[in-house]
């Protein structure tokens, strides 16, 4: 595979991909790919939004997220909760 191939990758995917195919199965495995399509950001976005409304609220707003098994929505509230830390005041 040449770079040529690879144009249409950021520079650092380009870099991967032209690994060997064991280093790069390797780094596959080990480490957690994201791929920010527009759906999963708006879903990011929404939680973002009711977490930055909802402390200290009687009533705070809240998300169902439902979707059929394997689509992702673990992942989604996992990334979630990386970026985000507790509000100083939740117990």
Known sequence: ???EDLGHLL???QRIAALPDDTRLDFIEAG???IGYPRAEAILTRLHKVFVYGP???RP???LLVAPSNNGK???IERFR???DAPPDAG
């Open 56 to 58: 200290n609220r009687v």
């Open 11 to 13: 520079v650092d995917a």
């Open 82 to 84: 990386r970026d985000h």
């Open 61 to 63: 707003p809240n998300v």
């Open 1 to 3: 595979m040449t770079h």
């Open 74 to 76: 673990s992942t989604l």
């Open 32 to 34: 957690e790919c994201w």
